[in-house]
């Protein structure tokens, strides 16, 4: 066993355990579906890493076939330019120097854009999926923004508006356990994105879904160090 990288299936297998204990502690509930969803989104991401770290080799064949065609035309081009007959002319050298350079960086620039073009169709691939797990951190954290401590200390002075919820201090402190470890889970999918792969636009991205769970979690928990609060006070 490794413990020098993110095991992918563990990942997967912890996100569906989670799962089942929501489903059974609270059937029915919309925190289930999205922790639903969010084994989905680990099951895509272990494809995706595992698609990110392998080489295209049919990206990799076309690039090196324009390379090797755009030598020899570049060549072409310049045996192709006829200087005048006797005396050059500083200027008409100045000119055609200038003209070759040109061509020069032009074929740079070429052959860097196809040289990285393997890295940005993997860069691409990797932030659409980590803006989906930024999106379902959000997701995560609205639905305990209303679960509160206070509101099962005085259930009894709730409005018409207020939200509809009878848990005990035991259930709501395992329902917002529950939201912290699916954040976790959130930031571990997002590293498990990019763990093979070396680019640091990606990698600045997973890490700020890293910051941004852990930012969420560090909430919660002041939820529920109050819930025991008020729970040994006997509120």
Same mark, same amino acid.
């Given at each position: 066993?490794?413990?020098?990288?993110?095991?992918?299936?563990?990942?997967?297998?912890?996100?569906?355990?989670?799962? @089942?204990?929501?489903?059974?502690?609270?059937?029915?509930?919309?925190?289930?579906?999205?922790?639903?969803?969010?084994?989905t989104v680990g099951e895509h991401a272990r494809r995706r890493s595992d698609?990110?770290?392998?080489?295209?080799?049919?990206?990799?064949?076309?690039?090196?076939?324009?390379?090797? $065609?755009?030598?020899?035309?570049?060549?072409?081009?310049?045996?192709?330019?006829?200087?005048?007959?006797?005396?050059?002319?500083?200027?008409?050298? $100045?000119?055609?120097?200038?003209?070759?350079?040109?061509?020069?960086?032009?074929? /740079?620039?070429?052959? !860097? !854009?196809?040289?990285? +073009?393997?890295?940005?169709?993997?860069?691409?691939? +990797?932030?659409?999926?980590?803006?989906?797990?930024?999106?379902?951190?959000?997701?995560?954290?609205?639905h305990q923004l209303s679960k509160n401590p206070e509101r099962v200390q005085?259930?009894?002075?709730?409005?018409?508006?207020?939200?509809?919820?009878?848990?005990?201090?035991?259930?709501? /402190?395992?329902?917002?356990d529950y939201c912290t470890e699916m954040l976790s889970l959130t930031g571990?999918?997002?590293?498990?994105?990019?763990?093979?792969?070396?680019?640091?636009?990606?990698?600045?991205?997973?890490?700020?879904?890293?910051?941004?769970?852990?930012?969420?979690?560090?909430?919660?928990? @002041?939820?529920?160090?109050?819930?025991?609060?008020?729970?040994?006070? /006997?509120?």
């Amino acid at each position: 066993m490794s413990y020098e990288r993110l095991d992918p299936h563990r990942v997967v297998e912890t996100i569906r355990k989670l799962s @089942q204990r929501i489903q059974e502690r609270f059937p029915g509930a919309g925190l289930g579906q999205v922790c639903q969803h969010l084994l989905t989104v680990g099951e895509h991401a272990r494809r995706r890493s595992d698609w990110i770290a392998r080489p295209v080799w049919w990206l990799r064949a076309v690039i090196a076939m324009l390379m090797l $065609a755009a030598v020899p035309a570049m060549g072409v081009s310049l045996l192709a330019v006829k200087l005048p007959n006797g005396r050059i002319e500083l200027v008409d050298f $100045a000119q055609f120097l200038e003209s070759g350079i040109n061509d020069l960086i032009f074929l /740079g620039a070429g052959i !860097f !854009f196809l040289v990285t +073009a393997e890295r940005r169709i993997k860069r691409r691939r +990797a932030l659409k999926a980590i803006d989906e797990l930024r999106a379902l951190a959000h997701i995560i954290d609205m639905h305990q923004l209303s679960k509160n401590p206070e509101r099962v200390q005085h259930r009894d002075k709730a409005t018409a508006s207020s939200p509809r919820y009878q848990m005990s201090y035991f259930e709501l /402190g395992r329902y917002l356990d529950y939201c912290t470890e699916m954040l976790s889970l959130t930031g571990k999918i997002a590293a498990l994105l990019v763990q093979r792969f070396d680019d640091p636009v990606a990698l600045e991205a997973a890490s700020d879904v890293e910051n941004l769970t852990t930012g969420l979690s560090r909430k919660i928990w @002041q939820k529920i160090l109050s819930l025991h609060s008020l729970e040994e006070s /006997g509120g």
